[in-house]
């Protein structure tokens, strides 16, 4: 019996769940003037997504990710991200899949628009992909992105260097964002802030002689993200000399 491929978007559609959609719709800000004006949900938890996600990477093409990055659903954004990763992630190092796969994200940013979007598909896409690389890319993300969403982007790509212990280009690019005209989006300083977090897990010492620096200017949720993991003495020493 022939086998019936699985469509990724048609997949997504079924599991509609209306009665999640409220909720969702509140937790990524979906009101008037907020950050995700305007997104449309069907009401999908992200544990559900994976699992179609699962039983259908491997079938989908990029004809269909093209049909579902462009979705005006979350979810199946969501979904396509999630798809790229896995045909990224399963190609070998050096074949010409992983560079497409890196290019059709570069070239459908736009779609990549809330702070989910970015944070679970740009350090294991970009950041994987600019390990042995020239980074710059990430820099001109995060100083001249024109959402806030590809400035995220440039920052929290930065977390597969982070998990190597290569922590150069967190402080170097969080540097950026200090620089950018306050006040700062706050989606903007919590990534910062939590990148510079992670860092410090891998070196503390080096954290604390930037922030040593750089605190006095640093807006204060960046600030408080940063700081978190430090102790109570460390937390109290750098909220009180900004």
Same mark, same amino acid.
């Given at each position: 019996?022939?086998?019936?491929?699985?469509?990724?978007?048609?997949?997504?559609?079924?599991? +509609?769940?209306?009665?999640?959609?409220?909720?969702?719709?509140? $937790?990524?800000?979906?009101?008037?003037?907020?950050?995700? *004006?305007?997104?449309?949900?069907?009401?999908?938890?992200?544990?559900?997504?994976?699992?179609?996600?699962?039983?259908?990477?491997?079938?989908?093409?990029?004809?269909?990710?093209?049909?579902?990055?462009?979705? +005006?659903?979350?979810?199946?954004?969501?979904? +396509?991200?999630?798809?790229?990763?896995?045909?990224?992630?399963?190609?070998?190092?050096?074949?010409?899949? @992983?560079?497409?796969? #890196? %290019?059709?994200?570069? /070239?459908?940013?736009?779609?990549? =628009? =809330?702070? !989910?979007?970015?944070?679970?598909?740009?350090?294991?896409?970009?950041?994987?992909?600019?390990? %042995?690389? !020239?980074?710059?890319?990430?820099?001109?993300?995060?100083?001249?992105?024109?959402?806030?969403?590809?400035?995220?982007?440039?920052?929290?790509?930065?977390?597969?260097?982070?998990?190597?212990?290569?922590?150069?280009? /967190? $402080?170097?690019?969080?540097?950026?964002?200090?620089?950018?005209?306050?006040?700062?989006?706050?989606?903007?300083?919590?990534? #910062?802030?939590?990148?510079? @977090?992670?860092?410090?897990?891998?070196?503390?010492?080096?954290?604390?002689?930037?922030?040593?620096?750089?605190?006095?200017?640093?807006? @204060? /949720?960046?600030?408080?993200?940063?700081?978190?993991?430090?102790? *109570?003495?460390? @937390?109290?020493?750098?909220?009180?000399?900004?």
């Amino acid at each position: 019996m022939v086998r019936m491929k699985k469509s990724l978007y048609d997949e997504m559609v079924a599991r +509609a769940d209306a009665q999640q959609v409220p909720g969702l719709m509140r $937790f990524f800000k979906c009101g008037v003037g907020e950050y995700g *004006e305007g997104d449309r949900f069907l009401g999908i938890k992200v544990p559900v997504t994976r699992s179609v996600v699962k039983d259908c990477w491997e079938c989908t093409d990029f004809e269909e990710l093209e049909r579902c990055i462009s979705s +005006a659903y979350h979810e199946v954004r969501l979904a +396509a991200l999630l798809t790229l990763i896995e045909k990224f992630r399963h190609a070998p190092k050096h074949h010409d899949l @992983r560079q497409q796969c #890196v %290019d059709f994200y570069l /070239t459908h940013l736009e779609y990549v =628009n =809330n702070w !989910d979007l970015v944070d679970l598909s740009c350090y294991k896409l970009l950041g994987e992909w600019l390990m %042995d690389k !020239d980074r710059s890319l990430l820099y001109q993300l995060a100083a001249h992105g024109t959402t806030i969403w590809q400035q995220r982007i440039g920052m929290v790509s930065t977390m597969q260097f982070v998990r190597s212990r290569q922590l150069d280009d /967190t $402080f170097a690019i969080a540097c950026l964002f200090l620089g950018k005209p306050s006040p700062l989006h706050d989606l903007l300083q919590k990534a #910062v802030g939590w990148l510079l @977090r992670e860092a410090g897990k891998k070196d503390e010492g080096r954290l604390c002689r930037w922030l040593d620096e750089k605190a006095p200017v640093m807006p @204060r /949720t960046m600030l408080r993200y940063a700081i978190e993991k430090l102790s *109570e003495a460390e @937390r109290k020493h750098y909220l009180t000399i900004v």
